[in-house]
């Protein structure tokens, strides 16, 4: 009796061996040498520039194909179908909430055409903007916009589309404006503390979000600054102080499909904003603004409740209008264009590049090739400078490969602060250059879900509008600046580091 007491202590039953992937599962995890963890790097470089750039074939199943070959490495070390699967689901649950306001932007979208908001801002900033200036102030003010909403996308969305149609409108450089849109949009998403970024920066290199922001300037503002020069040069050389006579149509056509009772149509606007400076949730926000702008569309523009309705799922459309005067048939072109736009339903491209994306981005995590990668990078640091190179290098790796900018934050994030501590460099310099290597790069980068967001939304390739976005990219070389002279570099004192030393 006390023999099979003992035995039954020894031998682990059926049940509890099921349970229990290390008693189950005889495969032991092995870890992968620098050049195992390089295939889903090549892969993906090899897969999205020959089959998305030269082939010009879709992103989703190149993404798919990538993460097939990372699925493949990663079972070869030893890791099991499901892990795979339960970091995709960690991965997927962790972005759902911009996932959410993603959606919830497409129906703001169709909302605010349908009720009148954007025609109304295309309308008077055809009327009152000096072509001269536009770009300058479509910077200006989308930069203002972002910083009150914390969000980059809906910024782009609302009042992005709207300098996009003034742009149009005017026939400007639609290239240039798109960048300075998408490069206003991200300088005040990078300083918004109602920002998803900036606080995911923030909590993984463990900085308070106020002093994180505040270091973000040494980088964001000089770099402003510089996209702001370009702009106004640029703007003044291209047009001429000339509107071209096309915009005169396009104001009659509006004006005759809409009804400009300006503070209603404002309130929506207002929502928004007054709701994200008090740090209200964004969703709710975005929702009451859009129920706004459903009553505008009902009431004002006399849309039938069914087509506002429609407007808001699978977006609007310029048949939806039944003011008195307007025949939808005798607009030209352009308004067409403008109006014919929004909807949930136009934001599920752009929801099935972020999915396939996580997957791969999930796969890689289980795999652990990055950590071996950045560890042997780490080798070759010696100075401030290399050290925030290496950090760059590895943030533009990260979201190269993953396509999703908070796990791109918190990888280089979490790997690299221990490094930072050590050399007695306080971590808020990681989190500013994380920012500048990610979440500013992200939109610029065509095979993102944000490159293929903001391409979508502006109706500008990403590689066209790229080199305007001044902004997104001169940051780094501002980082590498003051690595390098040592000017806005902030040091850990001594008892400082000895304190966070302890907890590493």
Known sequence: MS????ASKKEPTKDVAKNNPKIGNPRQIKRPGVLLSLIPIASLIVLLGGGYIYAQLPVEPLLIAAATVSAL???????????????????????MPAILILITVGGLIGAWMAGGTIPMLIYYGLKIINPNFLTLIALVVTAIVSLCT???????????????GVAVGMDANLPMVAGAIVSGAYFGDKLSPLSDTTNIASLATEVNLFVHIKHLLWTTVPAFLCSATVYLVCGLQSSGGTVPEKVGTILQNLDNAFNWNVIM?????LIVLIGSVLGKPTIPVMLISTFVAMFNAVVIQKVSFADTVKSTVEGFNIDMITHPGFNADTAIEEVSTLLNRGGMGSMMSVLLICFCAISFAGIVSVSGALEVLVEKLLNFVHSTISLIATTILVGLTTIGITSNGQVSLLIPGEMLRPAYIKRG???????????DSVTVIEPILPWTSAGAYMAGTLGVATISYMPWAISNWIALFFALLWGLTGIGIAKLTPEKQAELEKDL
């Not at 490495?73 to 972005?95: E, V």
């Not at 149509?265 to 606007?269: C, E, G, N, T």
């Open 265 to 269: 149509l404002l309130i929506p606007v």
């Open 73 to 95: 490495l990663a079972w070869y070390l030893g890791h099991d179908w499901d892990s795979m699967i339960q970091s995709i689901a960690h991965k997927i649950a962790k972005t």
């Open 425 to 435: 460099l306080d971590p808020k310099n990681l989190g500013r250059t994380i920012e």
């Open 150 to 164: 914390g969000t980059s996308w809906g910024s782009v969305g609302t009042i992005g589309v709207a300098f996009m």
């Open 3 to 6: 023999k099979d007491k003992d």
